[in-house]
């Protein structure tokens, strides 16, 4: 059965630093997608970068990048030169593109916290 | 920004009542879903469509009904609303569901408490 893991409820990351959130799945399906998702504290769900299985170069956009090792089963999040706003929730999700379906699953989240 | 709109925003309601929820979107993208967040658990899917008059359960969907009778629409309804569907209620939807990225987009969410 799929399953995403993310082991760190909270973090905190001093501005300008980089900081990496975790994500580890679970799939026996070979084609599968890696979503990451912003939710600041005003509640609305914003879509950040996606990495898919057969994808051989890890996924950037911007200051995000999704550090991807199949074998491991990680999709980390790297964030590079952290900013005031990006304090947030942050949710890692997964589709299966085979077994999967419709359905796209989510882990319970992290929350960065970026100081000043 | 993808159009798609939620009513409405925040709702509470007794215990027992019926309650739908409203999703309405202006991409023409044909799947659909609803999700529910609560704090410790993510998003979870309750129910989600893949076309006009054509939807499906999610995870969980014990309690909730949908229905899609235009592209533009789908609608969930709490039967009869009870303490534990206290969530907030997020429409998504998507352009596909194949290879590549389609990924979805949110809807503002509905904030729903029973009493």
């Known amino acids: 059965a799929q399953k995403i893991t993310q082991t760190q409820p909270g973090m905190f990351v001093q501005e300008k630093e980089a900081v990496t959130l975790d994500c580890t799945y679970d799939?026996?399906?070979?084609?599968?997608?890696l979503f990451w998702y912003k939710q600041p504290s005003s509640g609305e769900m914003i879509f950040l970068i996606y990495?898919?299985?057969?994808?051989?170069q890890n996924a950037t956009e911007g200051r995000y990048s999704l550090n991807f090792q199949k074998a491991r089963k990680s999709a980390n999040l790297v964030i590079s030169a952290s900013q005031l706003g990006d304090s947030a929730m942050y949710f890692c999700a997964m589709r299966e593109l085979n077994t999967g379906g419709f359905k796209t699953i989510f882990g319970a989240g992290t929350r960065l916290f970026v100081k000043a | 920004d993808a159009g798609i709109t939620q009513s409405p925003r925040h709702k509470v309601t007794e215990t027992g009542t019926p309650v739908t929820l409203r999703c309405h979107q202006t991409?023409?993208?044909?799947?659909m879903y609803w999700y529910r967040q609560d704090p410790g658990h993510g998003l979870r899917l309750i129910h989600y469509?893949?076309?006009?008059?054509?939807?499906d359960k999610g995870e969980v969907s014990d309690g909730y009904s949908v229905s899609r009778s235009k592209t533009e629409d789908f609608l969930l309804t709490l039967e009869s609303a009870t303490s534990s569907q206290t969530s907030v209620y997020f429409c998504?939807?998507?352009?596909?569901?194949?290879?590549?990225?389609?990924?979805?987009?949110f809807g503002p969410g509905t904030r729903l408490t029973v009493t």
């Open positions: 799939t026996s399906d070979q084609s599968y997608g």
């Open positions: 469509s893949y076309g006009v008059k054509d939807t």
């Open positions: 990495q898919g299985s057969y994808d051989e």
């Open positions: 998504a939807i998507s352009e596909s569901i194949g290879t590549g990225s389609y990924e979805q987009y």
């Open positions: 991409e023409n993208h044909r799947y």
